[in-house]
């Protein structure tokens, strides 16, 4: 079980890399902004890619009607999803040293794994419920107001994942260094659970 435990320490605490590093990255390429503009996401709210990314998506989105960007205080996930990611991976970290020095069943962390799959597919439905009200909620006083060809109001949704064109704006959506991190320590608490099963069936054998 050494083995399994030390990599369930190691990929329970490489979540802890999203309080430093961005979750998700959303980038708008248009003839105006030929660099592009954009924001990169973390657990505790949004950052501009430069200094006044922020502050000039608001100014577009003002014309067509968007809401203004959330600060930190005016969405809950923000003071949220920080006390989840650090209790899922302190809470791993623990699973891990007690596999060392007690010997859990690695069936503890499976149930990790589980849970953190859930919590992570909550977290992307939430995110992408945010985007659908941010692209849809418009501002019926707006100073543009885009149709499409049967007179239905234009969705400014970004996309959750992948490339979509938005008027003359190429808006690209990607996970960050953040998402990888976590993945890959998801990745190494199976292979925890996969060598400590192992390890639990050739003792019994």
Do not use: C
């Amino acid at each position: 079980m050494k083995s399994a435990s030390i990599l369930m320490i190691i990929g329970s605490a490489l979540l802890l890399g999203l309080f430093i590093f961005p979750l998700w990255s959303i980038t708008l390429e248009a003839p105006q902004y030929p660099s592009g503009i954009g924001m990169n996401i973390h657990l505790d709210g949004l950052v501009g890619k430069e200094k006044h990314d922020l502050q000039n998506i608001d100014g577009l989105n003002h014309y067509i009607g968007m809401s203004k960007l959330p600060k930190p205080n005016e969405m809950w996930e923000f003071s949220v999803f920080p006390m989840v990611v650090g209790g899922m991976a302190l809470f791993g970290i623990l699973l891990g040293f007690l596999g060392l020095f007690k010997g859990i069943s690695p069936k503890w962390f499976l149930g990790w794994l589980i849970l953190m799959v859930i919590l992570g597919v909550l977290g992307m439905y939430d995110f992408n419920a945010w985007m659908v009200d941010y692209g849809t909620n418009l501002d019926p006083k707006a100073i543009m107001k885009m149709t499409d060809a049967n007179g239905n109001p234009l969705s400014y949704k970004p996309p959750l994942f992948g490339t979509r064109h938005i008027l003359n704006f190429v808006a690209h959506s990607y996970p960050h260094t953040g998402a990888y991190m976590m993945g890959f320590g998801m990745f190494l608490t199976f292979i925890a659970y996969w060598l400590g099963n192992k390890k639990m069936k050739t003792v019994k054998a």
